[in-house]
């Protein structure tokens, strides 16, 4: 019953959508524009069960627009998880941090789009290795959030993003390798899950960081 669990996973999103929209005060431009466009893609890709679009060219346009909608959906996240952020600062705190969170991003970007390039075309395969590149940063920028707020905003984000790792690996998994259906449950369950803690984390504000100096370890 995929048709079914792509329109009930799409109106799941939607729902969640107007709920932050109506719920939430203090609204944040970027993740409402992340829930939006996101909801779109998952509207067009159900759509895309009811009404196959014939590939023009053996283009399949559909499969380019959902996924552009996706990657832009991702990094407006991204953008407001940055917004929060202060660049120079981070940078001279966790460098190290910084560095080996870059070296993992490059390794499992290559391995994750590469178990798929025998299912791929050259134009699919680029799509697909930027798509897993933005999931990547939304995980290494939720990681370094979490470790320079340390409170529960930041932690709701990062175990969002930490599903929706999970949910693209396993889809991956679903469309490439084997098409268990479990995996397809796994995959929506997972995205579900991660868009629960993100309207968690929306409720949210971050404390305020203590600035300590010498004195204060002072006995």
């Not at 407006?76 to 705190?93: D, G, N, P, R, T």
């Not at 305020?208 to 204060?216: G, R, T, V």
Request: charged share 15%; hydrophobic share 55%; net charge neutral.
């Amino acid at each position: 019953m995929e048709v079914e669990a792509a329109g009930i996973r799409a109106l799941l999103i939607v729902l969640l959508t107007i709920l932050y929209y109506t719920s939430v005060q203090k609204k944040q431009f970027f993740f409402l524009t992340f829930l939006i466009t996101f909801s779109i893609a998952e509207v067009l890709n159900f759509i895309g069960w009811l009404v196959p679009i014939i590939p023009n060219n053996n283009v399949d346009i559909m499969y380019y627009v959902a996924n552009s909608l996706y990657i832009i959906s991702y990094t407006l996240l991204v953008a407001q998880i940055l917004s929060a952020m202060h660049f120079k600062e981070i940078i001279k705190k966790f460098p190290l941090h910084i560095l080996v969170l870059i070296i993992l991003d490059v390794f499992c970007v290559m391995v994750v789009t590469n178990t798929a390039i025998s299912r791929l075309n050259y134009h699919e395969y680029y799509m697909e290795m930027v798509y897993n590149a933005v999931i990547m940063i939304l995980l290494t920028v939720a990681v370094i959030n979490y470790i320079n707020k340390d409170d529960k905003k930041a932690i709701n984000l990062l175990i969002g993003s930490i599903f929706i790792f999970f949910s693209e690996v396993i889809q991956l998994a679903y469309f490439y390798i084997s098409d268990i259906n479990l995996l397809n449950v796994m995959c929506s369950f997972f995205l579900v899950l991660a868009f629960v803690f993100f309207y968690l984390q929306s409720k949210l504000k971050y404390e305020p960081q203590e600035a300590f100096s010498n004195s204060d370890l002072r006995i």
